[in-house]
């Protein structure tokens, strides 16, 4: 049984830097592409960062140079590193993981995606 938990949304200032963690049990983070997405009311689920299966990381435009992923797959724990929060950022924050073998913009698509966790919220004011 695979399950995904995020933890580490809370609310902060514009600028701020909270880290999110997203701890995974009944798979090996090693063997699978992952990311996080973000969601606000009324809006599609968004890209926000991926971490495919050989170390490369993919972001959204509007992240990139903000945000990091990364993981750390002895203890099966993905996380994302926001640096410099907008308030445009703010959303639930999801983490996800795929089978997916393809490099590319397809990374930050959802319907990729085979496993997700529940969410956090992040605000930023």
């Known amino acids: 049984h695979v399950q995904l938990v995020e933890s580490g949304g809370r609310s902060v200032q514009a600028g701020g830097s909270p880290r999110l963690s997203c701890a995974a049990s009944g798979l090996d983070t090693s063997r699978y592409t992952l990311a996080w997405f973000r969601q606000t009311p009324g809006n599609e689920r968004e890209g926000v960062a991926a971490l495919f299966r050989d170390g490369r990381q993919y972001y959204a435009g509007a992240v990139k140079d903000r945000f990091t992923i990364s993981a750390d797959n002895a203890k099966n724990t993905l996380f994302l590193q926001m640096d410099s929060l907008r308030p445009y950022d703010s959303g639930i924050y999801y983490c996800?993981?795929?089978?997916?073998?393809?490099?590319?913009?397809?990374?930050?698509?959802?319907?990729?995606?085979?496993?997700w966790g529940q969410g956090t919220q992040v605000t930023v004011s």
């Open positions: 996800a993981a795929s089978y997916n073998t393809v490099w590319g913009w397809v990374l930050l698509k959802p319907a990729e995606y085979n496993y």
